[in-house]
T-cell receptor
Framework: DAMVIQNPRYQVTQFGKPVTLSCSQT?????MYWYQQKSSQAPKLLFHYYDKDFNNEADTPDNFQSRRPNTSFCFLDIRSPGLGDAAMYLC?????????????FGPGTRLTVL | GDSVTQMEGPVTLSEEAFLTINCTYT??????LFWYVQYPGEGLQLLLKATKADDKGSNKGFEATYRKETTSFHLEKGSVQVSDSAVYFCALSPPPWEGSNYKLTFGKGTLLTVNP
């Protein structure tokens, strides 16, 4: 089945130690998104790639960066994680060829910062 | 800007009870409307969608009708099950011609707990 895969499902890092989360997709969608979701809150969009074009949300901290080496893969890099960055990180994809923005989500990576 | 307002939770029901989760939106034009469901520890799954006024989205016994006149998209199910326990998010996306079709605006989510 076509899907969005996130690895790892659980990630533990230390305060200030860089961490990378990965996302891959078999849907061949041209848009990929990264969301941060804290407990009991809605997902918050951090940034997205429209094909190779990177689009950062205005309030996304500089500590968060992303790479998309090809259509299938996208990475979220947190350069110096703080305790406040502990959250679920969700990757999603969509195809702009459609008439509406149906986004397909991965299972998420839960990040713990010690 | 666009916004989505959802009924505050948590909602606790007994099995086989009727469910309504209210959702209203503010947006220009004719957005597409969605309900996503998030089971504990999982990502979001699309539950149903509607892309124009008076459309009814339905899936797994859940229904929601796109009401342009009341800017609403309320989620309903006639008989809930324990397995429906999850967080439900209402969301909207602008129409493609507005150029920002790629973004979703979410409500805050409603936690539903169904007891046996």
């Amino acid at each position: 089945d076509a899907m969005v895969i996130q690895n790892p499902r659980y990630q533990v890092t230390q305060f200030g130690k860089p961490v990378t989360l990965s996302c891959s997709q078999t849907l061949n969608h041209n848009v990929m998104y990264w969301y941060q979701q804290k407990s009991s809150q809605a997902p918050k969009l951090l940034f997205h790639y429209y094909d190779k074009d990177f689009n950062n949300e205005a309030d996304t901290p500089d500590n968060f960066q992303s790479r998309r080496p090809n259509t299938s893969f996208c990475f979220l890099d947190i350069r110096s994680p703080g305790l406040g960055d502990a959250a679920m990180y969700l990757c999603a994809t969509s195809a702009t060829s459609g008439l509406y923005n149906e986004q397909f989500f991965g299972p998420g990576t839960r990040l713990t910062v010690l | 800007g666009d916004s989505v307002t959802q009924m505050e939770g948590p909602v606790t029901l007994s099995e086989e009870a009727f469910l309504t989760i209210n959702c209203t939106y503010t947006a220009t034009g004719y957005p597409s409307l969605f309900w996503y469901v998030q089971y504990p520890g999982e990502g979001l799954q699309l539950l149903l969608k509607a892309t124009k006024a008076d459309d009814k989205g339905s899936n797994k016994g859940f229904e929601a009708t796109y009401r342009k006149e009341t800017t609403s998209f309320h989620l309903e199910k006639g008989s809930v099950q324990v397995s429906d326990s999850a967080v439900y998010f209402c969301a909207l996306s602008p129409p493609p011609w507005e150029g920002s079709n790629y973004k979703l605006t979410f409500g805050k989510g409603t936690l539903l707990t169904v007891n046996p």
